[in-house]
């Protein structure tokens, strides 16, 4: 029996807070404003920039503005200002020692995730990698998942067998809103509360859990 896992990228498998709020404070410095409020940088990792820029009041061509205004930095040195949370990259080993299908399914642009992967030594674990498109047309989480379902080839009565794993809320949306397990990270930037909120199905505080649900507890 196949096993599918798919993966959200920041707070999942690596820790981006240094790149990302330096490159949105980059951005909205250009603009006139000088964000360094710790709480509200941390609950921007994860959701679309577009989102993010929105909460400053901004339209839809400024968000779209600032947005290129990140990626100016992001592409150049944020990129690479992240670190693999510990053990991640002996889960995804493990998990493809015994057969999973692993694919990412993460709101950042699938290039920027592929550079990523490949740079922290991850990408050979994966089978496939779904990120956002750079023009809007695919960028919310349950679009994300239900891409990466279809890219492995998952039939829906193998639905049953198929986990997203994340740290947000959107994650675990994104999970039961195209029928599979949602798995929340509590060592990311969502939190316990905002994980139970959104029914996550099960709870871990290190990658080396996720083991025990996914492989039920072969590894133990």
Sequence with gaps: ???????????????????????????????????NDPKKLRSYIGPPLRNTFALYG???EKCEELVAKYR??????GIHQNF?????????????????????ASC??????RIILEEKGMMEYFDEVCGATED??????????????????VAENELEHAY?????????????ENGITGIGCLYGYGGEEELNEAG???????????????LEKETV
Aim: one cysteine or more.
């Design 84 to 104: 693999t949370y510990d053990g991640a990259i002996e889960m995804l080993k493990t998990l493809h020692e015994h057969g999973c299908k692993i694919s990412l």
């Design 72 to 77: 100016e930095k992001f592409l150049v040195t």
């Design 136 to 153: 809007k047309t695919l960028d919310t989480k349950p679009a994300i998942v239900k891409l990466a379902l279809e890219r492995l080839g």
């Design 200 to 214: 996550a199905d099960h709870i871990i505080k290190a990658p080396f859990e996720l083991l025990d649900i996914v």
């Design 58 to 60: 901004f339209d839809e």
């Design 1 to 35: 029996m196949t096993k599918y896992v798919l993966f959200d990228l920041d707070g999942t498998l690596t820790d981006p807070y240094e790149g990302i709020t330096d490159c949105i404070k980059y951005a909205l410095s250009s603009v006139g404003i000088e964000e």
């Design 108 to 113: 950042k642009p699938e290039r920027a995730c």
């Design 164 to 176: 997203m794993v994340g740290d947000r809320d959107m994650d675990i949306i994104g999970a039961h």
